[in-house]
Every structure is written in structure tokens, then in C-alpha cells.
Nanobody, 123 residues
């Protein structure tokens, strides 16, 4: 079964930076587009950034110019470099696959979320 293990979150002041990592297991990693999602209490999980198997990237408007997604196909790992963090970036961040046709994981992965990593931006 596919498994996602996120790490790298923490408490950071506004304007600070963090780098998230996600190790992915039991998946043909190079086949899938990968993405970072985030969720805050009472809100739907939202797509933050995605990267295709060839490295093309897309970002939500709210993080464009501040976040950078990347992947290492040899290590089955996805990264999210977050700069100029704002309090509204506070959330639990998850990685998962991304279906090419929409902003959701592939159906077979939609119940395979990892534990996520908490990012808190506060002074």
C-alpha cells in the first residue's frame, strides 16, 4: 500500500522559511504527478503546489512566488521550500499524488493520507 511520510514542519515567525519533505513508499513514483496539500480546522483540504513527473510545477495563487515544489525521482521524495511565510500559511501540510484532470489525488490514493506535518507561522 502506498505510504506518505511528511516531515519538516514547525513554528516559525512571519517572514521565515521552512523546508518540508515527503518520503513516498510502495508506489511507481515516476509515473505520478505529486503535490502538497494543506488543511486548517473547519476548512477543506486545498492544493498548494504540484509537480509533474518531468518537473513542471504549478502553484496556488496564494503561495506563488514564495513556495517552491521539487522532487527527487531517485529518492522517491517530494519537497516544499516555503519562504516569506505568513500567518495564513498556518496549516497541516500533506503530500499525495495529483490526478492530471483535477486538484485531487488519484482515487486509489484518496484514503491514503499520511500524518501530515504542522506548520505554524506566528510571532
Amino acid at each position: 500500500q502506498v505510504q506518505f511520510v511528511e516531515s519538516g514542519g514547525g513554528l516559525v515567525q512571519p517572514g521565515g522559511s521552512l523546508r518540508l519533505s515527503c518520503a513516498v513508499y510502495e508506489i511507481l513514483f515516476t509515473f505520478y504527478d505529486m503535490a502538497w496539500y494543506r488543511q486548517t480546522p473547519g476548512k477543506e483540504r486545498e492544493l498548494v503546489a504540484s509537480v509533474t513527473s518531468r518537473g513542471s510545477t504549478n502553484y496556488a495563487d496564494s503561495v506563488k512566488g514564495r513556495f517552491t515544489i521539487s522532487r527527487d525521482n531517485d529518492e522517491n521524495t517530494v519537497y516544499l521550500e516555503m519562504n516569506s511565510l505568513k500567518p495564513e500559511d498556518t496549516a497541516i501540510y500533506y503530500c499525495n499524488t495529483k490526478h492530471p484532470g483535477d486538484d485531487q489525488p488519484w482515487r486509489t490514493h484518496q484514503d491514503r493520507w499520511g500524518q501530515g506535518t504542522q506548520v505554524t507561522v506566528s510571532s
